[in-house]
């Protein structure tokens, strides 16, 4: 269920030998970490920032969904776009590999589970936590670690932020966990807890979700942008929303399932979407995100490499994270 880090996971091209420091990439500086052994995380020393990268290698939600299954290899792809990109982050920036959870035949649930445990660990351990996927599921246990990890703070307004074009709040007659009731397991969760669920989805879209998940949505006060306002035309309003939902909260959980954005920008995705949103907006609402300083975790949710196109979805994928990090350790005031 848990696989440590790889070295084999992280190579690419050497500029050091030429530009020393200046010429570093992502490879040279992961740290790999067992997170059986969480102690060992390196410290976090005055004005450091740390980063862990954790894969969660599931489909097995995609599969209850009736989705294409394939991203159960999403994590191990990913690291390869993401171990050559150049790092521009400095020596008070700590990135660590920790490995991946994985999802043993179909037990889910444990999974799920078990990735919250690790999640809080990082969590508690000063670090942001950075999920790779995998199906979407990874969002309920991305959100078990938080959830335990707020039950540590004294204030813990929680306010999750999702690039999707699905709300993921179906409703499943198994009650089991899929690809696509995340987001309404943490609302029930929410509720038992007697906690706000506050959820805000950017780039939904009517062609993708039934009137009853719209219904859904209302019910539980959802706030969310349609997919056709997704556009820079717009952005005045978009800031405005967002601000507006950010202030309200002291922490932030951020996902991005890959298929709120256009097949040909994201062809390898478990539901193809012939109509979704450019990159280059949700670049930059990531990082007008993350520079608020409220996001403690964050995650990309399926990519599935054997229906990708020229590894499309997976440099996408890697470029996201390299945006959120940026502004992450560049952190100002908001707009």
């Excluded at 848990?2 to 050497?14: A, F, I, Q």
């Excluded at 954790?54 to 939600?61: I, K």
């Excluded at 920008?265 to 300083?293: K, M």
Aim: proline residues 3%.
């Amino acid at each position: 269920m848990y696989r440590k880090p790889n070295k084999k996971n992280w190579t690419g091209r050497d500029d050091m030998l030429i530009d020393g420091e200046l010429g570093a990439r992502w490879h040279q500086k992961v740290e790999r970490i067992n997170l059986e052994e969480v102690d060992k995380l390196p410290r976090l020393l005055g004005t450091s920032k740390g980063f862990t990268i954790l894969g969660f290698c599931s489909d097995e939600g995609v599969r209850r969904n009736q989705g294409r299954v394939g991203a159960v290899e999403g994590p191990v792809q990913m690291r390869v776009h993401l171990s050559n990109l150049p790092w521009h982050f400095g020596n008070n920036t700590i990135l660590v590999d920790g490995g991946d959870v994985f999802c043993l035949a179909k037990f889910l649930e444990e999974a799920q589970n078990f990735l919250g445990e690790k999640v809080f660990k990082i969590l508690y351990s000063g670090y942001k936590s950075i999920l790779i996927g995998g199906g979407h599921e990874i969002a309920w246990g991305h959100y078990l670690g938080v959830k335990k990890f707020l039950q540590t703070q004294y204030s813990r307004k929680l306010g999750i932020i999702n690039f999707d074009a699905h709300f993921d709040m179906r409703e499943n007659p198994q009650k089991q966990s899929t690809s696509g009731t995340s987001f309404l397991q943490i609302a029930q969760d929410r509720k038992a807890s007697n906690e706000e669920f506050s959820y805000f989805v950017l780039g939904v879209q009517k062609v993708s979700n039934t009137p009853k998940l719209f219904q859904t949505a209302h019910d539980w006060g959802v706030e969310y942008i349609t997919s056709e306002k997704m556009d820079f035309m717009f952005i005045q309003d978009i800031y405005k929303q967002l601000s507006a939902f950010i202030e309200k909260q002291d922490f932030l959980y951020v996902s991005v399932c890959l298929d709120v954005f256009s097949a040909s920008y994201a062809p390898g995705v478990s539901a193809l979407n012939g109509l979704g949103i450019y990159p280059t907006i949700v670049t930059d609402l990531i990082r007008f995100i993350a520079q608020t300083g409220k996001v403690l975790a964050f995650d990309i949710a399926e990519l599935s490499p054997k229906h990708d196109t020229d590894d499309r979805t997976a440099r996408l994928a890697s470029n996201l994270v390299f945006t959120y990090i940026d502004a992450c350790v560049n952190e100002t005031t908001q707009r």
